[in-house]
């Protein structure tokens, strides 16, 4: 799955990533308007005029790091656990800006786009901020 996802999106396949959210019912939990599918409030933050966000490049940036098992989840990036070093703040370096990453690190809290997809290979959470 996280391969399948990486491939979606960066080849910006909306479609894709929906479908794949959806492949085992409509589980991906993702902030934001809980009215509106996943990929079009993606698709609308990439598109801000003012401030567009690298949500798609975000999302495979952090599929690219380490991840770690909780339960019956995987979960990217190693920085979301409970207890992440310094080491695993320092991996989202040109992911964030650094003066967010160093925020995060002195306040122990991630808040940058986690990933979780589950043992058997559903994509489960794919959530930003707090």
């Not at 960066?10 to 085992?24: P, S």
Request: glycine fraction near 8%; charge should be negative.
């Amino acid at each position: 799955m996280r391969e399948r996802i990486i491939k979606a999106a960066v080849a910006c396949d909306y479609a894709g990533l929906q479908k794949l959210g959806d492949e085992k019912g409509p589980s991906v939990r993702f902030s934001y308007d809980p009215d509106q599918d996943m990929t079009t409030t993606w698709r609308i933050q990439e598109e801000w005029k003012d401030s567009p966000q690298p949500v798609l490049a975000r999302l495979v940036h952090v599929l690219n790091l380490p991840f770690y098992q909780e339960g019956n989840l995987y979960w990217w990036p190693t920085a979301f656990r409970e207890g992440a070093t310094d080491a695993d703040f320092a991996l989202l370096k040109g992911i964030y800006p650094d003066s967010m990453i160093d925020d995060m690190r002195k306040e122990k809290s991630y808040i940058g786009m986690r990933v979780g997809i589950s043992v058997d290979g559903d994509w489960q959470a794919a959530i930003q901020g707090d």
